[in-house]
């Protein structure tokens, strides 16, 4: 297959776990016989730095004519100031929102090798496998924001926004996904105040109801899903939630497995490149020290092959070329327990390379 791939390295540790992930791209292109063609664009503060914006006119155009987007991490403490007029944040939102991904695919599972990395006692952790679904292009995110003046000092707006047509496309995703894996579903809301929520549960109902009614479903108020997911998360399989909920469960639920450095997401959109990612920030502390895990942007390069590019053999083989090398006992200072040797960056993505 022929498939046109853009890079985007972004800022802190980036370009470094890019870096890695095209290495293992370019064996599965040789290995397979495919022809990908890799490209670099600018995003988040380095595009600021160079051309004075978060996402640069010449990215976006690249993104949208590729077959499938990969991006590093965007942000740092450089561009941290709370009153700065651009943001590198504003390039992750704004080329979610202008490619259409609207649906965020954040797979939470345990490596069975890494059970004693997770800050959860390990019998709690036993089959944990959730796919978080979260609406990625709408709610308080992409509502109406804004500051005046009041007479105590200020005062400001975030709004909260769904309409019937957002909720039905998200919750079609997530079900659709229910039906591949263990066909449980659980939507998460704050339906007893916000009536944002309750539109959201009755029009989840409603989709479910009608087109998928084979799936066992459930919904949880997003207070109470905190709590159970670390009471008892191997009762889940399928999540759906919208933008804020779901950034907040994420977070969460990443920490079971041990390290933000494991974990992949997809966003997607109906048609057209999806974007992935790893789950992980830019760690600027650790950038360009060959430290940090490539595993998360390497098993982000699997979710492309499979759900960008339709090769799930190849993207089959990478994840098992990861789970060979946490078999052969090789891990970065993230996920180490204490016994193993530490290894850094390149090493562990040509550790994997050898077991592809
Ligand atoms: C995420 C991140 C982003 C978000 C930030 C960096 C804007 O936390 O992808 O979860 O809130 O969506
Ligand atoms: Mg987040």
Not at 28 to 43: G, K, T
Not at 271 to 276: E, H, M
Request: glycine share 10%; hydrophobic share 45%.
């Amino acid at each position: 297959m022929n498939a046109e791939i853009v890079l985007l390295p972004g800022d802190g540790i980036g370009p470094g776990v890019i870096d890695q992930a095209e290495r293992v791209l370019a064996a599965v292109a040789d290995q397979y016989a495919h022809n990908f063609s890799l490209s670099r664009e600018l995003i988040g503060g380095i595009a600021i730095d160079k051309l004075g914006v978060a996402l640069p006119g010449q990215t976006l155009e690249a993104c949208l004519a590729s077959d499938a987007v990969l991006l590093g991490a965007v942000g740092g403490p450089k561009w941290d100031d709370p009153s700065a007029a651009v943001r590198p944040e504003q390039g992750l939102l704004s080329i979610r929102a202008e490619m259409g991904l609207f649906a965020n695919l954040r797979p939470i599972a345990v490596f069975p090798q890494l059970a004693d990395a997770s800050p959860l006692r390990p019998e709690l952790m036993t089959g944990v496998d959730i796919l978080f679904v979260r609406e990625l292009t709408g709610g308080i995110y992409f509502g109406e924001q804004k500051q005046a003046p009041h007479t105590s000092g200020h005062i400001a707006h975030s709004t909260m926004t769904y309409t019937t047509g957002e909720i039905e496309r998200i919750v079609r995703v997530a079900a659709d996904a229910a039906r591949l894996r263990r066909g449980h579903l659980t939507s998460v809301d704050k339906a007893n105040v916000l009536e944002v929520s309750r539109l959201w549960r009755r029009t989840a109902a409603a989709v479910v109801g009608s087109e998928y009614p084979d799936l066992d479903y459930d919904v949880v108020l997003v207070d109470a899903m905190a709590m159970h997911l670390i009471s008892r998360p191997s009762s889940f399989d399928v999540v759906v939630t919208g933008n804020l909920f779901g950034d907040i469960l994420t977070d969460l639920g990443s920490m079971m497995t041990g390290s933000l450095g494991m974990l992949p997401s997809a966003s997607l959109g109906d048609s057209g490149p999806g974007l992935f990612e790893p789950i992980h920030g830019s760690a600027p502390d650790i950038a360009g020290q060959d430290v940090a895990n490539p595993l998360a942007t390497i098993l982000a390069a699997a979710m492309l092959l499979r759900h960008g590019l339709g090769l799930e053999l190849e993207a089959t083989a990478v994840e098992a070329a990861v789970s060979t090398v946490l078999d052969h006992g090789l891990r970065t200072a993230d996920i180490a327990s204490g016994d193993e040797p530490i290894v850094g960056t390149a090493a562990m993505a040509s550790a994997v390379l050898e077991a592809l």
